[in-house]
């Protein structure tokens, strides 16, 4: 199965953008952080911020 990714931003540090995605209530299986030229770049797996998520997880 494939998902569509929203390009949130660029962390300078992958701790930053865990950080960012702790305070959102981003679940963890909807994260996708990976290394870039300037940093990480953090993204979100798109269509699920319709609290879908049994634990009440916006994302």
Do not use: H
């Not at 960012?20 to 299986?29: A, L, P, S």
């Not at 699920?48 to 009440?56: A, K």
């Amino acid at each position: 199965m494939s998902f569509d990714w929203d390009r949130i931003g660029t962390f300078a540090t992958a701790n930053e953008a865990e950080t960012w995605c702790d305070r959102q209530n981003v679940d963890r299986r909807d994260r996708d952080i990976k290394p870039s030229g300037e940093g990480y770049e953090l993204r979100i797996r798109s269509g699920t911020n319709d609290d879908e998520r049994p634990d009440g997880a916006r994302w």
